[in-house]
């Protein structure tokens, strides 16, 4: 039977869609960290069984934590064979941190699909995201669904069927030696560096979604007369970044997402 590794940021919705596409019932919460094994169910798609692995959330395949060891076997095909397709669960109100695992996971290979959700917290924070700039960007098709309220999951079996290998939005010579490396429980000499060369490769990226309206902040100025940027739900961005945000570029940037 067919693989397929559902991926993503912790708190992104992957059981929530897991369970909703399988009709399975595993623990979902708004704290991250609350899928800490390797979830397995059975869809079926145009008559083709697949069994979908629905993986703890991570920041970055390179750590130290079981979680990251849980993500990599199955990435790499020690826990259950070659995975046949990723279903990357992208968090639209935190994109910035989400492409680092992206470009990652996207540097492997495998035929991928996205589902891209939590758009309402998005644009509750005044963000508003182009699916079809981002699928562009990306290389694979993506479809918006919000897991928690969607009963239809057709769009998500049709996005699935026309996955494809992503771009890969950072070049980083070696990074499958490194990662097989992590799976020793060390750290790896040089994700760091190589951590911050992604986001630079990110950068871009978000930087052409900016500039062609593939995300855009709304900035709302009655607001931002009262409100310290923390009042638009970015208050995470660090110091580093004000001038990005005073373009209007936006970039969900956190500690978490450094290895
Ligand atoms: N507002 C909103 N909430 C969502 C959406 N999708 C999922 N949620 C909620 O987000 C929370 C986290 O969902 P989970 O499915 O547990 O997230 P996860 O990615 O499996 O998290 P980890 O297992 O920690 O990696 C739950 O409270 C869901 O109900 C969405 O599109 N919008
Ligand atoms: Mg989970």
Not at 40 to 59: F, R, S
């Amino acid at each position: 039977m067919k693989q397929i590794l559902l991926i993503g940021n912790p708190n992104c919705g992957k059981t929530t869609l897991f369970n909703r596409i399988t009709g399975l019932n595993q623990k979902t919460s708004n704290l991250p960290g609350t899928t800490v094994e390797a979830y397995k169910g059975k869809i079926k798609i145009q008559g083709e069984d697949y069994q979908i692995i629905d993986l703890p959330g991570i920041y970055s395949l390179f750590s130290n934590t079981e979680y990251e060891q849980v993500v990599n076997k199955y990435l790499l095909g020690h826990s259950a064979g070659k995975p046949n397709l990723v279903v990357f669960v992208l968090d639209a109100s935190n994109l910035r941190r989400n492409l680092l695992l992206y470009s990652q996971v996207a540097e492997l290979g495998i035929p991928s699909a996205g589902i891209l959700t939590m758009t309402d917290t998005a644009n509750r924070r005044n963000i508003t995201t182009n699916i079809s700039h981002i699928s562009k960007e990306l290389g694979i098709p993506i479809n918006g669904v919000n897991p928690r309220k969607d009963k239809n999951i057709t769009s998500v079996l049709d996005i699935i069927k026309e996955a494809k290998t992503p771009k890969q939005l950072s070049t980083n010579p070696g990074f499958k030696e490194r990662l097989e490396l992590s799976l020793s429980g060390k750290k790896v000499k040089g994700s760091s560096e190589e951590t911050l060369r992604r986001y630079a490769d990110i950068d871009s990226v978000i930087k052409r979604l900016n500039d062609g309206n593939g995300i855009r902040l709304h900035f709302n100025t009655a607001k931002i007369d009262r409100c310290h940027p923390s009042c638009l739900g970015i208050g995470h961005i660090s110091a580093h970044y004000a001038s990005s945000f005073s373009r209007g570029f936006f970039i969900g940037r956190s500690s978490n997402g450094m290895d």
